[in-house]
Protein backbone atom coordinates (compact mmCIF):
# COMPACT_ATOMS: atom_id res chain seq x y z
CA UNK A 1 0.00 0.00 0.00
CA UNK A 2 1.55 3.74 -1.09
CA UNK A 3 0.64 6.36 1.93
CA UNK A 4 1.87 9.80 0.49
CA UNK A 5 2.55 12.29 3.32
CA UNK A 6 3.73 15.87 1.58
CA UNK A 7 5.95 18.45 3.76
CA UNK A 8 7.27 21.71 3.15
CA UNK A 9 5.24 24.09 2.20
CA UNK A 10 4.91 27.52 3.67
CA UNK A 11 4.85 31.32 3.19
CA UNK A 12 7.63 32.45 0.40
CA UNK A 13 8.28 36.01 -1.01
CA UNK A 14 8.16 35.97 -4.70
CA UNK A 15 11.58 35.28 -6.16
CA UNK A 16 12.22 33.06 -3.20
CA UNK A 17 12.37 28.73 -3.06
CA UNK A 18 11.02 26.15 -1.24
CA UNK A 19 11.85 22.86 -1.37
CA UNK A 20 8.67 20.08 -1.54
CA UNK A 21 8.83 16.48 0.04
CA UNK A 22 7.00 14.02 -0.64
CA UNK A 23 7.70 10.20 1.80
CA UNK A 24 5.74 7.20 0.88
CA UNK A 25 5.74 4.71 3.97
CA UNK A 26 5.01 1.41 1.66
CA UNK A 27 8.01 -0.89 0.41
CA UNK A 28 7.03 -0.41 -3.58
CA UNK A 29 7.92 3.21 -4.17
CA UNK A 30 10.22 2.67 -6.75
CA UNK A 31 8.05 0.89 -9.06
CA UNK A 32 5.97 4.07 -9.09
CA UNK A 33 6.27 6.48 -11.20
CA UNK A 34 5.89 10.31 -9.43
CA UNK A 35 3.97 13.24 -10.03
CA UNK A 36 3.65 16.58 -8.39
CA UNK A 37 0.17 18.22 -8.98
CA UNK A 38 -1.37 21.63 -7.95
CA UNK A 39 -4.76 23.50 -7.52
CA UNK A 40 -6.27 26.56 -7.15
CA UNK A 41 -9.64 27.14 -5.75
CA UNK A 42 -11.95 27.25 -8.90
CA UNK A 43 -9.68 25.37 -10.85
CA UNK A 44 -9.16 21.94 -11.86
CA UNK A 45 -5.90 20.32 -10.81
CA UNK A 46 -2.98 21.05 -12.80
CA UNK A 47 -0.16 19.05 -13.62
CA UNK A 48 3.64 20.52 -12.81
CA UNK A 49 6.37 17.46 -13.20
CA UNK A 50 6.44 13.88 -13.51
CA UNK A 51 9.56 11.38 -12.49
CA UNK A 52 10.03 8.27 -13.96
CA UNK A 53 10.69 5.19 -11.67
CA UNK A 54 14.64 5.13 -11.86
CA UNK A 55 14.98 9.19 -12.04
CA UNK A 56 15.78 9.11 -15.39
CA UNK A 57 12.80 10.82 -17.07
CA UNK A 58 11.36 13.75 -15.94
CA UNK A 59 8.99 16.20 -17.68
CA UNK A 60 7.27 19.97 -16.84
CA UNK A 61 4.39 22.04 -17.36
CA UNK A 62 6.16 24.69 -19.49
CA UNK A 63 5.10 27.15 -16.69
CA UNK A 64 7.50 25.98 -14.74
CA UNK A 65 10.28 24.80 -16.39
CA UNK A 66 13.80 26.63 -16.12
CA UNK A 67 12.49 27.17 -11.97
CA UNK A 68 11.27 23.62 -10.58
CA UNK A 69 13.11 20.69 -10.62
CA UNK A 70 11.61 17.15 -9.77
CA UNK A 71 13.97 14.78 -8.41
CA UNK A 72 13.58 10.96 -6.38
CA UNK A 73 15.56 8.98 -4.08
CA UNK A 74 14.24 5.72 -3.84
CA UNK A 75 16.55 4.21 -0.73
CA UNK A 76 14.85 6.87 1.45
CA UNK A 77 10.96 6.51 -1.01
CA UNK A 78 10.91 10.01 -1.37
CA UNK A 79 10.27 12.60 -4.18
CA UNK A 80 11.18 16.30 -3.87
CA UNK A 81 10.09 19.08 -5.97
CA UNK A 82 12.99 22.49 -5.72
CA UNK A 83 11.49 25.56 -6.46
CA UNK A 84 12.97 28.40 -7.59
CA UNK A 85 12.19 31.89 -8.52
CA UNK A 86 8.84 31.39 -7.40
CA UNK A 87 5.99 33.49 -8.48
CA UNK A 88 2.55 34.62 -6.70
CA UNK A 89 0.90 32.31 -9.73
CA UNK A 90 2.64 29.71 -7.87
CA UNK A 91 0.36 29.91 -4.76
CA UNK A 92 -1.57 26.63 -5.13
CA UNK A 93 -1.67 23.47 -3.12
CA UNK A 94 0.71 21.19 -4.32
CA UNK A 95 -0.07 17.16 -4.51
CA UNK A 96 2.54 14.41 -4.82
CA UNK A 97 0.99 11.47 -7.04
CA UNK A 98 2.23 7.73 -7.34
CA UNK A 99 1.06 5.70 -10.56
CA UNK A 100 1.74 2.65 -12.49
CA UNK A 101 4.17 3.98 -15.06
CA UNK A 102 6.05 3.34 -17.07
CA UNK A 103 5.82 5.98 -18.98
CA UNK A 104 5.27 9.84 -17.73
CA UNK A 105 1.59 10.79 -17.76
CA UNK A 106 0.10 14.94 -17.63
CA UNK A 107 -3.13 13.60 -16.79
CA UNK A 108 -4.30 13.38 -12.97
CA UNK A 109 -6.90 10.06 -13.20
CA UNK A 110 -3.94 8.05 -14.28
CA UNK A 111 -2.30 8.62 -10.83
CA UNK A 112 -3.73 6.06 -8.22
CA UNK A 113 -2.45 7.28 -5.15
CA UNK A 114 -2.45 11.14 -3.84
CA UNK A 115 -0.80 12.86 -1.11
CA UNK A 116 -3.29 14.97 1.40
CA UNK A 117 -2.01 18.06 -0.31
CA UNK A 118 0.65 21.34 0.71
CA UNK A 119 0.14 25.01 1.01
CA UNK A 120 2.41 27.05 -1.04
CA UNK A 121 1.62 30.45 -0.80
CA UNK A 122 3.91 33.46 -2.96
CA UNK A 123 3.49 37.01 -1.81
CA UNK A 124 4.50 39.57 -4.12
Known amino acids: QVQLVESGGGLVQAGGSLRLSCADS????????MGWFRRTPGKEREFVAAIGRSGGMTYYVDSVKGRFTISRDNALSTVYLQMNSLKPEDTAVYYCAAGPGPGLSIIATTYDFWGQGTQVTVSS
Open 26 to 33: GRTFSSYT
